[in-house]
């Protein structure tokens, strides 16, 4: 099991080294003079070269990239062009706002995901399962914006039940915070409510197909008793990992639900920072998301190999 | 190419044709698709209004007799714009997915034939761009690439590439074990021609099935690209970037601003979504 995660471990930071080379280099095409632009045509061009020593632009690539990722590795994501205020002053409270909405989206998805992969299982290849299937397909395909305008015309504008701004008055309590989250959340729950759906399915026709299914019916145990003694706990297992390889679709969703929701996460600062061409900010926030996406990955790795004695057994082989 | 997927057999085809045309979800979202196409290439001709036109006197009007649809805050006419607001999504998000078909296709077929360090190095950079999300990578890409169309296709296109060019690779990796792969190394051909002439009319389907389901995303991306203002531009009546536009008067009570562009996306993407099914369901048989 260890050399299975220390597997992982390297891939992770291989695909993290990869991700900062992207997000580094993207950054080097963005034509023109640093601090030329911050400072406006008519600045001086001692303090235009002054600016732009002191924001290093003018040293090699390769070091640049140095510094970038060893002050990153050390919490220091460096300064907003715009603000001229370090961004992670600006990261840090919108993270958490994001991971809010991002809970709640997941405590909703994750439970009704499997319970339709579940229903869909259980009536394979019945009109049920071929509508949940198609349903989920359907709405995985959906942009967050479409589901979310429908969300705030039917439920906030026409119905009147929900808030149809995520900004909750300041001093909140939690439950009131939630109140404002449902809506937001909607269009995230039915972006992954397919896949979840999808891989719940899967594993559960495969373990009511399987050997210790048939004995378990034959032995004379309860139908119920097979599926949740039996059937589901073999079921879930890949679903976990699949949950975890959404956490990147989650935030892509995010950057639009919060620009559509005015809600001052992550996704709205990454949404400013390109509006703005605030690529410090930009990129910080991209190599942030990045290593959400890899410790997500990594946790359901750990997850997985701890319930699924096979992994153990394989690896150590 | 063509000679050699003509030497299929006939019957196969027929049948993956007489699938498609059973299939519920193959005819339905073809009909949807097909709707969109029409208006695209003759929307021009069949709305009432001209969908550029303004008409200040008329702002904001709700959906009447005249109006459909009503009216926006330059008091253009929302139906007109709806019927050609697919134009600009159905020309940029198919652009960007053949390119990343093409793409995905050339070194699906490079690292699933040769294998060796070039697979792993390029299946690690692959699952290393699969890490974020499209959206995200086109964002930064067109932040610093400028705005245009062609930009939307090439960054959509080439970040895409990688996630057709793993199917591609699965596919190609249980061909080369077979005999007429075998076969066409014993008369030496060189490895150009067993990848292009040999492997991949066999692999089609699953490539098709791919393109489909990807389709349904680029035009996902392309949308939302345009939503948030990094995709199509003013003054294409795009759905995405009319919703854009509008949607801050929703709490005002104007609903028709943005309603029928949203039920527009959500029918095409129903639509492509129903056929890669119908596609994925006729072709697994």
């Known amino acids: 099991m260890n050399r299975f995660l220390a597997r992982r ?39 235009v070269d002054a600016l732009n020593h002191q924001l290093g632009v003018d040293r090699p690539l390769f070091v640049q990239y140095g ?20 961004i992670a002053d600006f990261v840090v409270p919108a993270l958490s706002h994001s991971l809010k909405l991002a809970a709640v989206a997941f405590l909703v998805v994750v439970p009704l995901g499997i319970f339709g992969g579940v229903v869909a299982a259980l ?22 914006f479409v589901t979310g305008i429908l969300g705030i015309l039917v439920l906030g504008v026409w119905l009147g039940w929900l808030p149809i701004s995520a900004a909750w008055p300041d001093g909140a309590g939690a439950l009131t915070q939630l109140y404002h989250l449902i809506l937001p959340a909607i269009p995230l729950v039915l972006v992954l409510f397919g896949y979840i759906a999808r891989m719940a399915r899967a594993g559960m026709i ?13 032995k004379g145990l309860r139908w119920r008793q097979v599926i949740w003694r039996h059937v589901l706990r073999n079921a879930l297992l890949p679903t976990i990992t699949v949950v975890a390889t959404q956490t990147g679709y989650l935030i892509g969703g995010l950057l639009v639900v919060e620009t559509l ?55 150590s082989q | 190419m063509t000679n050699v997927a003509n030497a299929e057999p006939s019957s196969r085809r027929q049948d ?88 995905g296709t050339v070194l699906g077929l490079f690292i699933g034939y040769f294998r060796g360090v070039i697979d792993d190095v390029v299946s690690r950079l692959i699952e290393a761009k699969m890490a974020l999300p499209s959206v995200i990578v086109a964002l930064l890409a067109i932040v610093a690439l ?31 074990e077979l005999d007429y792969v075998a076969a066409a190394k014993l008369r030496r051909e060189n490895a150009i021609h067993i990848m292009f002439v040999e492997i991949l009319p066999n692999i089609l389907p699953p490539i098709l099935v791919e393109s489909s389901v990807r389709l349904g995303y680029a035009i996902f991306a392309v949308a939302t690209l345009s939503f948030i203002g990094f995709g199509l531009q003013p003054p294409s009546p795009d759905w995405g970037l009319s919703i854009a536009t509008n949607y801050s008067m929703i709490s005002g009570g104007y609903w028709w601003t943005v309603l029928f562009d949203a039920l527009a996306i959500a029918s095409l993407v129903v639509g492509v979504n129903l056929t890669a099914d119908g596609l994925h369901g006729a072709l697994n048989d």
């Open chain 1, 9 to 47: 471990l390297a891939y992770s930071f291989v695909t993290l080294f990869v991700l900062s080379l992207l997000v580094f280099f993207l950054g080097q095409i963005l034509p023109g003079n640093v601090a030329r632009a911050i400072l406006g045509p008519f600045a001086d061009q001692q303090a």
């Open chain 1, 67 to 86: 510094t970038w990722i060893w002050h990153f590795v050390q919490g220091d994501m460096g300064q907003s062009y715009i603000y001229r205020t370090p």
């Open chain 1, 123 to 144: 009536n394979v290849n019945r009109p049920t399962d071929r509508i949940i299937s198609l349903a989920g397909l359907s709405a995985a395909a959906m942009p967050e």
């Open chain 1, 206 to 218: 495969e373990a009511l197909d399987s050997d210790y299914t048939r004995t378990a019916v034959l």
């Open chain 1, 261 to 315: 929701f005015r809600y001052q996460g992550i996704g709205s600062l990454i949404f400013n920072a390109a509006r703005a061409k605030d690529f410090p900010m930009l990129q910080a926030c991209v190599l942030i998301i990045g290593i959400a996406y890899a410790v997500a990955t990594l946790l359901a790795d750990v997850f997985y190999s701890l319930l699924n004695p096979r992994i153990r057994m394989e690896e």
């Open chain 2, 16 to 103: 993956v044709v007489a699938a498609l045309f059973q299939s519920g979800s193959f005819l339905t979202g073809m009909t949807l698709v097909l709707f969109w196409v029409v208006c695209a290439l003759f929307g021009g001709h069949l709305v009432p209004y001209d969908p550029l036109t303004e008409d200040i006197l008329n702002a904001l009007g709700p959906p009447s007799a005249r109006h459909w649809f009503g009216t926006d805050q330059l008091g253009r006419d929302i139906l007109s714009r709806v019927i050609v607001g697919s134009r600009d999504l159905l020309i940029v998000a198919p652009l960007a997915t053949i390119l990343a078909t093409a793409v």
């Open chain 2, 146 to 176: 400028g705005t245009s169309e062609t930009t939307v296709i090439i960054v959509i296109g080439l970040s895409f590439g990688p996630v057709i060019a793993r199917t591609v690779r699965s596919a190609v990796l249980s061909e080369r």
